[in-house]
């Protein structure tokens, strides 16, 4: 198998596809294998060009997954104009699903275990109500309904709630995710390429 090496955005992003490809390869990958560039745009990963083409030149392949945002199309051309300026190769997913705009807090609202789908129900009919009030409401970001589905299910105290901040999580964790979902199918397709 050839060394890949996967540049993502942030640590969520880090900590999920690390517990996923550990679900699907049995393959734990580490802070070397797994590289958080901090944000999707041409000055952040220019910042990263010597390890893109130190691990193409060992013969090793790149992966690039980053959100979706507001637009499939438009991320998917911004990333491929920047792969060719900056001359370096990248392969390129984007969340939720390779397909539409989103993020991974998307792509995490769909994978809720099913038996916890209350939970977000519940987070859904609060932003309806949200949007129907005479008050212009902000609605809160994705994340934090991320983090109030893994709070209900936690409990109160410290050493359980630092398991739900994004770097402790635990996404093969069963009874919150369900990582067998049809949702993930076209992610674990992406990777099957690269770790089979």
Same mark, same amino acid.
């Given at each position: 198998?050839?060394?890949?090496?996967?540049?993502?955005? &942030?640590?969520? *992003?880090?900590?999920?596809?690390?517990?996923?490809? =550990?679900?699907?390869?049995?393959?734990?990958? *580490?802070?070397?294998?797994?590289?958080?560039?901090?944000?999707?745009?041409?000055?952040?990963? #220019?910042?990263?060009?010597?390890?893109?083409? @130190?691990?193409?030149?060992? &013969?090793?392949?790149? +992966?690039?997954?980053?959100?979706?945002?507001? #637009?499939?199309?438009?991320? =998917?051309?911004?990333?491929? @104009?920047?792969?060719?300026?900056?001359?370096?190769?990248?392969?390129?997913?984007?969340?939720?699903?390779?397909?539409?705009?989103? *993020?991974?807090?998307? +792509?995490?609202?769909?994978?809720?275990?099913?038996?916890?789908?209350?939970?977000?129900?519940?987070?859904?009919?609060?932003?309806?109500?949200?949007?129907? =009030?005479?008050? #212009?409401?902000?609605?809160?970001? @994705?994340?934090?309904?991320?983090?109030?589905?893994?709070?209900?299910?936690?409990?109160?105290?410290?050493? =359980?709630?630092?398991?739900?901040?994004?770097?402790?999580?635990?996404? @093969?964790?069963?009874?919150?995710?369900?990582?067998?979902?049809?949702?993930?199918?076209?992610?674990?397709?992406?990777?099957?390429?690269?770790?089979?």
């Amino acid at each position: 198998m050839k060394k890949v090496k996967i540049f993502v955005e &942030g640590v969520a *992003d880090c900590k999920f596809i690390q517990d996923y490809i =550990q679900y699907l390869f049995n393959v734990k990958l *580490d802070k070397n294998d797994i590289i958080e560039i901090g944000g999707c745009d041409k000055k952040s990963l #220019s910042l990263r060009i010597g390890t893109f083409q @130190r691990n193409a030149d060992e &013969g090793g392949i790149n +992966l690039l997954i980053f959100d979706a945002d507001d #637009s499939f199309d438009e991320k =998917q051309e911004e990333l491929k @104009r920047t792969k060719k300026e900056l001359n370096i190769e990248f392969e390129i997913f984007l969340f939720p699903n390779h397909e539409l705009p989103g *993020d991974l807090e998307v +792509l995490l609202s769909n994978i809720v275990s099913d038996k916890h789908n209350a939970l977000v129900a519940c987070w859904e009919q609060y932003e309806n109500c949200l949007k129907t =009030q005479e008050y #212009s409401y902000t609605l809160p970001a @994705r994340k934090t309904k991320i983090y109030a589905y893994l709070e209900a299910l936690v409990g109160k105290s410290n050493s =359980q709630k630092e398991k739900i901040k994004e770097r402790n999580r635990n996404y @093969r964790n069963t009874d919150h995710w369900n990582l067998d979902t049809d949702y993930l199918q076209p992610l674990k397709t992406f990777l099957n390429q690269y770790f089979t």
